[in-house]
């Protein structure tokens, strides 16, 4: 398994941040949450949601500790932010996971069980107990229903240090795709029923067929009798 460091800092503390792999906020207090300048110079920072609302549904990270989100609350986030991460509602975010101590895990699963999630999120154990080496070695032997993807091994004066699973890192979600997608008519429904079977509109699929159409879809449809066969378009599967 290939390990990769990670370093998280406030947004106080950004311009000590060293080479690599970075971690942000993208809630909290104005010494807490990254700005739009702090995103940019370190494009691929993992996000952290760090308030107590756990607001933030499109971040990668939810910070399950004292003063942030708590153990009750985690379940729901976890939930919602898979939600968005499988319709790429925001394209990067990664496969949700929980922030939280060493101390903690044991609680914050039994709450995770309680909120019907029995398994799928990665966890970022903070244990500074450990060495670097240490650390990494929870990572690589990591399994189960909650992995743990991160341990975060040292707290510095501007910043902290963790490993983590790239594979967790570099898996991130994508924006859906837009179509148009080629459909054929059945020649038992008409537009305005197959629109309504997808949520839209007959004048919005009209709209999408008629500039997607290419010059064979034109010499097909010109020997059709309607509606048996006739090419239609879409902007989702």
Same mark, same amino acid.
């Given at each position: 398994?290939? =390990?990769?460091?990670? $370093?998280?800092?406030?947004?106080? /503390?950004?311009?000590?941040? %060293?080479?690599?792999?970075?971690?942000?906020?993208? !809630?909290?207090?104005?010494?807490?949450?990254?700005?739009?300048?702090?995103? &940019?110079?370190?494009?691929?920072?993992?996000?952290?949601?760090?308030? =107590? !609302?756990?607001?933030?549904? *499109?971040?990668? =990270?939810?910070?399950?500790?004292?003063?942030?989100?708590?153990?009750?609350?985690?379940?729901?986030?976890?939930?919602?932010?898979?939600?968005?991460?499988?319709?790429?509602?925001?394209?990067?975010?990664?496969?949700?996971?929980? $922030?939280?101590?060493?101390?903690?895990?044991? %609680?914050?699963? /039994?709450?995770?069980? *309680? +909120?019907?999630?029995?398994?799928?999120?990665?966890?970022?154990?903070?244990?500074? /107990?450990?060495?670097?080496?240490?650390?990494?070695?929870?990572?690589? +032997?990591?399994?189960?229903?909650?992995?743990?993807?991160?341990?975060?091994?040292?707290?510095?004066?501007?910043?902290?240090?963790?490993?983590?699973?790239?594979?967790?890192?570099? *898996?991130?979600?994508?924006? %859906?795709?837009?179509?148009?997608?080629?459909?054929?008519?059945?020649?038992?429904?008409?537009?305005? +029923?197959?629109? +309504?079977?997808?949520?839209?509109?007959?004048?919005?699929?009209?709209?999408? !067929?008629?500039? &997607?159409? !290419?010059? *064979?879809?034109?010499?097909?449809?010109?020997?059709?009798?309607?509606?048996?066969?006739?090419?239609?378009?879409?902007?989702?599967?």
């Amino acid at each position: 398994m290939s =390990i990769t460091l990670v $370093y998280d800092a406030t947004h106080a /503390n950004v311009s000590h941040l %060293p080479p690599g792999q970075a971690a942000g906020y993208t !809630t909290g207090s104005p010494g807490i949450k990254w700005s739009p300048s702090d995103w &940019a110079a370190h494009p691929g920072a993992v996000r952290i949601c760090q308030d =107590i !609302t756990a607001s933030d549904i *499109t971040a990668d =990270i939810l910070d399950v500790e004292s003063g942030a989100a708590t153990n009750a609350i985690s379940g729901k986030w976890y939930q919602s932010a898979l939600a968005s991460f499988s319709k790429g509602a925001r394209p990067g975010q990664r496969h949700p996971a929980l $922030y939280t101590s060493a101390a903690n895990v044991t %609680p914050l699963v /039994n709450a995770l069980i *309680t +909120a019907g999630v029995n398994a799928g999120p990665g966890l970022w154990v903070a244990n500074w /107990n450990l060495s670097d080496a240490q650390a990494t070695a929870e990572v690589i +032997a990591a399994s189960g229903p909650y992995p743990i993807i991160g341990v975060q091994y040292a707290s510095g004066e501007y910043y902290d240090s963790s490993c983590f699973a790239s594979a967790w890192l570099n *898996t991130v979600s994508h924006a %859906p795709s837009q179509g148009p997608y080629r459909h054929l008519a059945d020649g038992h429904r008409s537009l305005a +029923a197959i629109a +309504a079977d997808r949520g839209t509109t007959a004048a919005h699929l009209w709209a999408t !067929t008629a500039a &997607a159409y !290419t010059e *064979t879809d034109v010499h097909t449809a010109s020997g059709l009798v309607l509606p048996h066969g006739w090419p239609y378009y879409t902007t989702n599967p």
